[in-house]
């Protein structure tokens, strides 16, 4: 006989799943090199925080204050009552309740999704907080469910890994600079006017975004075995986009969007496989 439930919750999360692959083949491409357990639980977060930033970057002729509004009162009514008839929604307060997701890593990365909607230019203590409620703490959500309940290992591994999201989103401000700032007004890095953006100021942001990695990788290697593979493969792709970065002129940068082929990512999945299994990764 069926299991109606189970059913619905595996609906749910196949959703999220589906939303991944769609949207991010670098993400799945290291969910899928992450233990199977892991597999749906970090599926349904990334659906998640797809959704919530699609709503404040593509919806430009709705109403998006009303629409993330409505998202987040769903959003934690799901919560609460550990049900939801939006599959992503559903499929998120799985993993919430199981992996005990504190709501404040929640409110933090929705404050960051309300931050997108009414600021085009950030100050250092601004460009602070959406960083952490935008990256890190989707991390911290992450980190949560590859220590399956075990709260030392949690604390001891949480700086990396703000670290590692703060990381991949000052990457992504630095390939995405172009698009920000013409198709919505947006300059994330403080004290940057995109007009002047020269080497000096691009320098300057490399080394803090190098300094974010260095400490990074430290938590990487004390992951719980299940997980460490599949972060070093997205941590090896960012750090293959920014070294890409790196060599790049400004002018380009501000001309272009820097991606990595698929071909690439495929490589990186095949020199980080060896290493680890060889005990050189």
Known sequence: MIDQQKLF???????????TQRYSTSFTLGI???????????????????????IVDTF??????????????????????????????HAFQLIVNRYHIERALIAAFLKSMEMDLDF???NDSRYKEYIYGSAEVVGLMCLKVFCEGDEKEYDRLKHAACKLGSAFQKV???????????DRGRVYFPGVDFRTFDQTIKSEIEADIEQDFEEALIGIRQLPKGAMFGVKIAYLYYRKLFQKIKNLSPEIITQKRIRIPNSRKMMLLAGTYLGYKTGLG
């Open 120 to 122: 085009t230019t950030y």
């Open 60 to 89: 430009h002729d709705k109403d998006k204050q009303g629409l993330l509004k409505a998202f987040t009162q769903d959003t934690y009514k799901a919560i609460e009552e550990g049900i939801s008839l939006n599959p992503v929604l």
């Open 32 to 54: 899928r090199t992450l233990h199977q357990k892991f597999h749906m639980p970090i599926y349904a977060i990334y659906g998640f925080v797809r959704y919530a930033d699609e």
């Open 9 to 19: 919750d595996d609906t749910a999360l196949e959703c999220s799943k589906i939303i």
């Open 172 to 182: 992504n401000f630095l390939r995405d600079l172009k698009s920000d700032y013409e």
